[in-house]
């Protein structure tokens, strides 16, 4: 079993910056891929960013040089650096931790609003 408790959304204003974290405990030794999706109103939820333990990153296009997946072992918890944001990233962002012997889609944290205002 994984838990995650997810923190950091809030309102800014376009071309400002968050920081949203996610702090992960219980099986962490069953965890290969860590990675942050978002869903915004009307739309399904898409991959924003993924990090495996090998240290290997991906990002959506729309978010490339913009946004920096990261974790810290010490406090098992994964980071979204999030600058220069649009208010096309208006979206709730929702942690989300897979791996072998964990449930297909992985475990998934509450969802985090993140409203940019133009």
């Known amino acids: 079993q994984v838990h995650m408790v997810e923190s950091g959304g809030g309102l800014v204003q376009a071309g400002g910056s968050l920081r949203l974290s996610c702090a992960v405990s219980g099986s962490l030794f069953s965890i290969d891929t860590r990675g942050w999706y978002r869903q915004a109103p009307g739309k399904q939820r898409e991959l924003v960013a993924l990090?495996?333990?090998?240290?290997?990153?991906n990002y959506a296009d729309s978010v490339k040089g913009r946004f920096t997946i990261s974790k810290d072992n010490a406090r098992n918890t994964v980071y979204l650096q999030m600058n220069s944001l649009k208010p096309e990233d208006t979206a709730v962002y929702y942690c989300?931790?897979?791996?072998?012997?964990?449930?297909?889609?992985?475990?998934w944290g509450q969802g985090t609003q993140v409203t940019v205002s133009a």
């Open positions: 989300n931790v897979r791996g072998a012997g964990l449930p297909l889609n992985g475990y």
């Open positions: 990090l495996t333990t090998a240290g290997n990153s």
